[in-house]
């Protein structure tokens, strides 16, 4: 149940920019927030951006401020994260997934307050 399946990762040069794709299966997507997260080798699972349900709120790890930028498409099914100008740092297997619970439309970057991750998608910055 929720599956979400993450898409757009790939090799990129300092300064360039992906567009991560969070695609739900089987559920319909506007009910719940939904988080970005990361993990790099040898370090723990960290949030990078989330968005409430209804797109109203964002937020952002200080570490990608200003670079990048979370969306959703409701009618889609998908939520986005475009990382632009990105950075050696920022190399990781991307994430995404929702809360459950009372918290579930909420704009959350907890890790600890989500059960279960897919596969996520990598993300390589390195000229």
């Known amino acids: 149940q929720l599956q979400l399946v993450e898409s757009g990762g790939g090799l990129v040069q300092p300064g360039g920019s992906l567009r991560l794709s969070c695609a739900a299966s089987?559920?319909?997507?506007?009910?719940?927030?939904i988080g970005w997260f990361r993990q790099a080798p040898g370090k723990e699972r960290e949030g990078v951006s989330c968005?409430?349900?209804?797109?109203?709120?964002?937020n952002y790890a200080d570490s990608v401020k200003g670079r990048f930028t979370i969306s959703r498409d409701n009618a889609k099914n998908i939520v986005y994260l475009q990382m632009n100008s990105l950075k050696p740092e920022d190399t990781a297997v991307y994430y995404c997934?929702?809360?459950?619970?009372?918290?579930?439309?909420?704009?959350?970057?907890?890790?600890?307050?989500?059960?279960?991750w897919g596969q996520g998608t990598q993300v390589t910055v390195s000229s």
């Open positions: 997934a929702a809360p459950g619970g009372a918290a579930q439309a909420m704009c959350i970057m907890r890790p600890s307050q989500f059960g279960s």
């Open positions: 089987g559920f319909r997507l506007n009910y719940y927030g």
């Open positions: 968005i409430s349900s209804s797109g109203g709120t964002t």
